[in-house]
């Protein structure tokens, strides 16, 4: 998959440097999802109570939402 992508984001700092550790060429190309946005990261909510799911949403939208900004598609 990482083949084919242009850009590459991950969720937080640890998503980041695992993909550019085993993939290192792709370094140029990953980038954490929050970096428009104070460079944050958003918290993986698997396992955990339904609010956490809706604030992984929140953030996911508004960091994408940065994105979409930056690169002038929306």
């Known amino acids: 998959m990482l083949l084919s992508a242009d850009l590459v984001l991950a969720l937080d700092a640890g998503h980041f440097k695992w993909i550019t550790t085993r993939f290192p060429e792709f370094r140029g190309r990953t980038f954490k999802l929050g970096r428009w946005d104070g460079d944050r990261d958003i918290a993986d909510p698997y396992r955990l109570p339904r609010e956490a799911f809706e604030t992984a949403y929140e953030e996911i ?14």
């Open 61 to 74: 939208d508004l960091c994408a939402g940065s994105w979409l900004t930056r690169m002038q598609l929306i």
